[in-house]
């Protein structure tokens, strides 16, 4: 099917993700040595090891976070961010910053934090009981966890995309309006507009103009979670934040996702948890690398697929573990 | 299985072989349990059915048996009356000439032939319709004698008597001094003979002859009265008291002249005839032409009214049919009618006749009306020799015969399970099964016109301790008692149910939710005897002693709870965030004792505002004006209005304007929202209450009226007890069922909880609680105990909110019991089961197909 995206890519992702891929694959042997970057991360002390036990055990260490993207605005900013699911830390003193109108990946291997840490940014995890945290996050400047702040306000300026496509159960069209319906706006000329803008942006358009006022649910799983993202920016958020989104999808809704991904980039903010390195690759502008609940390493995504600064990284990157 | 297989492999093929084993014990039994349990619904239906299904079937009627020879003497006048006994072995004839013959039915002999009166022959008899009452007669000279003429029952040793009575086989009878010896089913020796016995002697008006009379034997005394030849015509009363001591009765007689002597221009009326309570009297022209005098004031009688009972032709003859209050009118044509009295102008108006029912026309005149002791059934025999027997409150025809002798007296014995007919020479018998005739589907389910309805309606009133009363057998008042019933109580449980479930499945903590579910759960286990008890014994006086405040407590609730959320929301930021946890809770609970409290002290206020001081004379309709009610009834309706006005007027104006207000300023300006909502509320209310009152509305007689202490305002609270768990139970499931990623979809976008459970949970959720609805309904229908002790179980059509009900299983539980086995009332109380059963059955399909519809909407596609 041919794409019509209301928006143009600003580079071809195909081949950005093809030139990425080929360089992993060409490994180079020059890495800086494990035991250098340690010595540079933690002043002087020596991990017999790695990097790995020295987290599993608990000990402190310092995230290798790359210059460049300390220089971008940021949109989300998470600072010294510690999370307890009951008795059982899962987040270890975060500290990143997610830049503007870019894509940030997080990474890392299944259970590390990385989908607690996407639902730290919009208090999704204040549903859970057990939950008490620690630290900062940053909303374009404004305190999340900060007293008073009114959660429901907050999540507005937030839209979140699942890992399961979570259509509700009405039309296409009541889906994409939903946030607007819930800010009590009846004007239908706004409702249509935002819906046409929402489903283009989200590339969904010419596949569903036709059937706007059909259930959601019958769209195709792909489609659902195109019909999903259009819902998130139907609200014109601030940030994006993305879980897993093409975990339940075949590789061709995965295809058009990431497309969709791609075109977003420079519009929105997005924030997108993966554990698929070539997507990672495809989509990010840069990555953050998490395990066992630390950020490990954290910089663009050119460098840090192809010249990570950890020789962990590298090991997840190339897939030797994960 | 090979040598060769590993010991391992083996071990898992009989593994296997166990499971398999267990897989077919299993769906074998849930099989057979499947199919028991349907086996065992359907036999319940077909034992229901098999029971009512005898109402269904048809009269039937044997050939005649004819008895000719010395039975029947021939005579030129027809006997004044004949009676048989119950087991139809004996006859006796009162002939005109006043010999009065007794005739063995088994051989046809005369066995005896008494004068009871001596020389004298009466020229003028009435008698009873039920078996043992008195006769009145009158005589030539003026005056009137009472008598007893009944069968006596005796029961006989075996050596009491001879040999060949002895020898007698079941069923079979002999003559036996003066009597029949007949042998009973259980074995014994039954001797039936005639009674008679000739009682006082009275004399009522003048010395010319008696040429009719007619009697009643009520509570209020033994009335006569009579009709003599020159025309005066007189009502008597006697009242007859016992000393106790002495055992002696004295009779003290009090006449009324109706009128004094004939009026020379006029005719002479054909029949007087006198009601079975002695309060109405009426004398019949041969032309249809009828006086009813009005003798409820036994001094003071009253003409009520003279109308004409026939269309054209001649009057054949009047009888009263058994109650001895619905006349049966007869004309020369074969046309037949009833009439009774009936207050046709309102409670407050005197009793008038109607014309009741229209039966179906004969060949020719009518000949001899005769009411059977037991039931409404008419004989009926014209001069073509056809003869009917008709149900006279439906008006049915139920059987018809062909004589080819004219039959001038009829008799139903006492057991309606035969019609004699005498012609003048012949006596005939005809064996007839009558079955059910009172108990029809027009009977069970149309308006009837009872005896004594002004109109045709529906109700229930099955037995009574007299014979001759009118079975009501319209089971709508009970299954409009039902309808009322459940109505009421999902009134006053869906919601609450509804509510709590969404409260607690989508406000609460996993932790709260489940320990408020099982506490919702326990109350499931409160046994509806208990519940009933307390709702008719403690709930039901003390709601009446606090009427108005327990009335005001269905506004002040609401509007406490209201209250406490429009303040929380004034609370500071960092309070409200802080406190959000048990503080919240516990506010919540504070709120509803303070609308309790508050009803206590409004509730005067209002009694006297509203209800003109005071709620139940004004229920009555004896004070106060319409407003106040129908201003009450209206605030839930007004509140509505208000807030939709609210939120489509104000709503989209602040919208723009609140953009930059601050948390405090929205919910202050909020609070004033509420505060002049509230004061739009009632305005609204009030100009639409005095608008309504203009126009003549009046709640009162509709679902407000006259208080009843056990009503379905107590029913409704104490079957919410019931139904709550249930639905709370079955809904919260539902609500909790729906996916989780649904709910946070809505959150993550901005929605809060309300939304979110408004939006997309309860509608995903529609059809679980949609069926936790109709389980509920089901309960409802079909729940016994609290309505039969707190409904008060009066039959009555009426929704009135403050009255009670009959339910179908309330009916069913207080009349089988007592029910005759096998008679039309026992079956028509399994009709009241199986209706009862259709109507939970229907429900359940009902609510079964909605879900499945439900269903398919949020999944199917
Ligand atoms: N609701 C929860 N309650 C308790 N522990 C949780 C909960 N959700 C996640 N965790 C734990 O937190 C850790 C991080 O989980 P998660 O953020 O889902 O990992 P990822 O998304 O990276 O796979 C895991 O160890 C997981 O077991
Ligand atoms: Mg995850």
Redesign the interface.
Known sequence: MERDHALTPKRSSDARGVALASAMTERTESRTPLIATLERAETGRTRPGGLFECIAEGRVFEPVIHDEVATDEAVVEVDGFDLWYGDTQALHDISLSVPKGKVTALIGPSGCGKSTLLRSV?R?ND?I?SVRIDGQIRLSGDSIYG??V?V??L??R???V?Q?P?P???SIYENVV??L????V?DRFTLDEACESSLRGAGLWDEVKDRLQ??A??LSGGQQQRL?IA??IA?EPEVLLLDEPCSALDPIATGKIEDLIDDLEGLYSVLIVTHNMQQASRVSDNTAFMYLGRLVEYGPTESLFLSPRLKETEDYVTGRFG | MSPETTPRARRNRKTRRAAILGERFASAAITAGGIGTILAVCLIFFFLAWVVHPIFLSPTVQAGDELSGAAVAEVDRAPWSMGVDEDRLLAWTLQHDGALELVDLATGLRLSVQRPFGDESPTAASFGIGTGERAAFGFADGSVRVARIEFLADFLKDDEVSEDVIGLEVGASAVHEGGVVGRTPTGQLRLTTLSVEVLERYELGTDAPVVDIDHAESPAGFFLTTLQEDGKFVVARVRERRNLMTGKTTRSLVQTVLRESADPLLEAPREILMDGLGQSVYAVWKDGRLEHWDMRVFDAPVLREELSLLEEGELARVRFVTGKKTLAVADDRGNLWTWFPARVGGEDSDPTLRLARRFEPGDSAVVALQPSPRSRTLAVSYASGLTRLFQTTLGDKLVELECEEVLTTLVIPPKEDALLGRSSQRLWTWEIEKRYPEATLTALFRPIPYEGFAEPEHFWASSSASDDFEPQLGLMPLVFGTIKATVYSMIFGAPLAILAAIYTSEFLSKRLRASVKSTVELMASLPSVVLGFIAALVLAPLVQDILPAFLSAFLTVPFAILTGAYLWQMLPDHLAIRWAGWQRFLAIFLTLPLGVGAAVVVGPLFESLLFAGEVEGWLDGRIGSAFGGTFFLLVPAAALVTVLLMGSVLGPRMRERSATWTRAQVARFESLKFVGGTLVLIAVAAVLAFLLQAAGFDPRGGVLDTYVQRNALIVGFAMGFAIVPIIYTLAEDALSEVPSQLREGSLAAGATTWQTAVRIVIPFAMSGIFSALMIGLGRAVGETMIVLMAAGNTAIMDWNVFNGFRTLSANVAVELPEAVVGSAHYRTLFVAALVLFFMTFALNTLAEMVRRHFRGRMHAL
Do not use: Q, T, V, W
């Open positions: 919009n999704m549903l009981d007293r008073g009114d429901i306000e999540r507005k937030i839209g979140m699942f399961k979570n509700f159960p009405m939903y946030s319906r819930i800010d009590g009846r059909n259930s649910l019958a999903c819902r998130a609200a």
